[in-house]
């Protein structure tokens, strides 16, 4: 799968977790890819990622690392924003079970671990309004949405639990996109949000 | 059409169960899975950074010292480290020992190592692992037993190496010879990759996915002596995409210190400089075994094969 070299360029945070998923999933989608592991790979990209993972391991790593603050900016310039899982956690305003720190660039609550162990990860229907009818998701140890703010748009929904979310640029599920099969709906849309917004670069 | 973890066909396996068991397993990708013994030992773990303990009595190490039969671990040993920490907790099961992986099952351990380290409980079987709701992780010397091992249900593959020796060598003969055997099916012909599948006992669709795609369709982790900053490096430099470390940790001088640098040495594996900047100071490593001093009965790494 090789995007073309205008194609916008998307940086995927790869201290942990599966960020070459996401890259295969962005490449599918027709983008290019750059894994982001210090401050200097965060400059001239279209858009972000922040994948799957331990978001207790990120945490560490972006903080001895002195990527906290780069990221930080980074993912305030206004470019768009895709995050999962662990990525979802580390922008939720609220992280529960136990907290944790977080960018807080999302109004909602998250609990890690929300529906249980791995024996309780699966795949299961969302009910959605923006999405293709029968469209699923795979859910890994993944956060539960507990509440929503103001501004913050719910897209999906696993049963009652809000599982994607957005606030302006900046889209978020708590599950995983990047592991299913072919381009996910979800993954379509955010690579519409970059293409639509090229023109802003990260500095 | 993308298609990221499609592992071949396999008789009892689902599409949900792929997403679910291997997926869990992508999400350790980068990170480090440190054999911890009690809840203090798995907190240091995660404030270190690693992405999931291994809940067991007493390190490959240690294992070695005391001989006799070694044993899935107590489990109120292993819900005290569930109870300890956020990240996954995986824990090990004797080799073929199914009901110990049930018991496990049932404790809702993150995910199952069915390991050599362990004494092995059926020297003919191996656990069917496609029964399973969580995923198994297997050792392996080279393409056949990692093979195998999938073909049994396996979600993610690691070199045996020679665990409780904090000697690399081991891990990289293995990893070698697993990439090794992967490159050698690029191109052969349908004929060939049959011939193949029988020497590997294994389905021919597995062979011919591999050929395909050049690495195995679950995860491939790193075990088995690693006990530097760098020895993780080494690994994922020549192939693993994650690494498990045993007694490297905490039986070295310094395991705050020592499992923080492993953990930035995996994200930045890549990097010489960083490599520097994090192996500076680090104390005592543990004391090694030089493989060529060890009698053949004992090594690990030819249980299950």
Redesign the interface.
Known sequence: MVSEPSAPLVGVLALQGDFADHEAALQAAGLRTRQVRTAADLRGLHGLVLPGGESTTMLKLLDVDGLWGPLGYALRSGVPVFATCAGMILLAETVENPSQRSYGLLPITVVRNGYGRQYHSGTFPLRSDVLPAGTTGTFIRAPRVAAVGEGCEVLAWRDGDPALVQKGVILAAGFHPELQHGVHPVVARFAGMVRERAGVVVG | ??????IPHVPGFT??EL??K???C??????VIMDVIDPTQARIA???????VMALERVPADIRKHGGVARASDPDMISGI?KAV???VMAKVRIGHFVEAQML?SM????IDESEVLTPADEEFQIDKRGF???FVCGCRDLGEALRRIHEGAAMIRTKGEAGTGNVVEAVRHMRALMTGIRSLQGLERTLLERKAVELRVPYELVAWVAEHQKLPVPNFSAGGVATPADAALMMQLGA?AVFVGSGIFKSGDPVKRA?AI??A???FN?PKALVEVSRGLGEPMVGIDIHQMAPQERLAGRGV
Do not use: N, W, Y
């Not at chain 2, 059409?1 to 499609?6: D, E, G, I, N, S």
């Open positions: 059409m993308a298609t990221l973890h499609p599409a949900e997403d679910s291997i997926g869990f992508e999400q350790l990708k980068g990170g995660e404030d270190a950074g690693a992405c999931a569930q956020s990240i996954p099952e809702e351990v993150d995910c709701r969580t995923p995409e923080k953990v930035r995996t994200t930045h990097d």
